[in-house]
């Protein structure tokens, strides 16, 4: 039990180390970039040794996969758990909404770095890290997406669309106005009810004219 409980201490410590030190190539990498950034500079911000910087990340690039990817996965954990917290769909869709804003918003730094970084990473540093995040983000428009069609079985929702394809179409509104603040060109809606307002009721007057309207949705037109 005491080996145990000395094992349960060093690996926490290990986390915590480990933290700490993508804390640090998180600022670092945002300040100068990560090309300009070593394993040196991100050590000494850590307050680590290089050589147990080493000990947890093979070179820089290991260590930039790995702060993508675990913001990926607290990014997924966030907004599953956000759509599991209530029953009801319209719940679930607002705490979506609003918890998307807010796990942007309070990872400014690293959305600023991918942004920046990724585009021009070399083919190294990429290799394997789009297929993953798009699976991630095909798992949680999945889960998004099964919102849709349970309240379309209870008579909640018009069945207008695929329910993927609503749930596209939601996560893509959000994205756009992040992507609006993160340019500095407006705020994030303080409620969700305003992007939901927007995605439920649409811009046509109930007393205007109706035109008829009709879109193939399908895979063809998705991937346009």
Not at 23 to 52: C, D, P, R, W
Not at 197 to 221: D, M, V
Request: hydrophobic share 40%.
């Amino acid at each position: 039990m005491q080996e145990i409980k000395k094992k349960s201490r060093r690996e926490r410590e290990k986390r915590r180390q480990r933290r700490e030190m993508l804390a640090a190539a998180v600022q670092l990498f945002s300040e100068k970039g990560y090309h300009n950034a070593s394993m040196q500079e991100i050590a000494a911000k850590a307050e680590f040794a290089v050589g147990t910087l080493y000990k947890f990340f093979k070179n820089k690039e290991d260590m930039y996969k790995a702060l993508v990817t675990e913001q990926a996965d607290r990014f997924h954990e966030a907004l599953t758990a956000a759509l599991a917290e209530e029953t009801d769909e319209i719940a679930q869709l607002r705490n979506y909404v609003q918890i998307k804003g807010t796990v942007f918003m309070d990872n400014v730094a690293f959305i600023r770095l991918y942004f920046a970084e990724t585009r021009g990473a070399s083919f190294n540093i990429k290799a394997g890290l789009d297929s993953e995040l798009r699976e991630r983000h095909c798992q949680l428009l999945h889960v998004l997406a099964a919102v849709f069609a349970k309240g379309m079985s209870r008579g909640r929702f018009q069945e207008i669309a695929e329910p993927q394809h609503l749930a596209i179409a939601l996560d893509s509104l959000c994205n756009a106005f992040l992507s609006n603040w993160l340019e500095g060109r407006g705020s994030y809606p303080e409620s969700p009810d305003i992007i939901l307002n927007i995605f439920f009721q649409g811009l046509l007057a109930p007393a205007g004219p109706q035109p008829e309207l009709s879109f193939p949705l399908n895979c063809e037109s998705e991937r346009l």
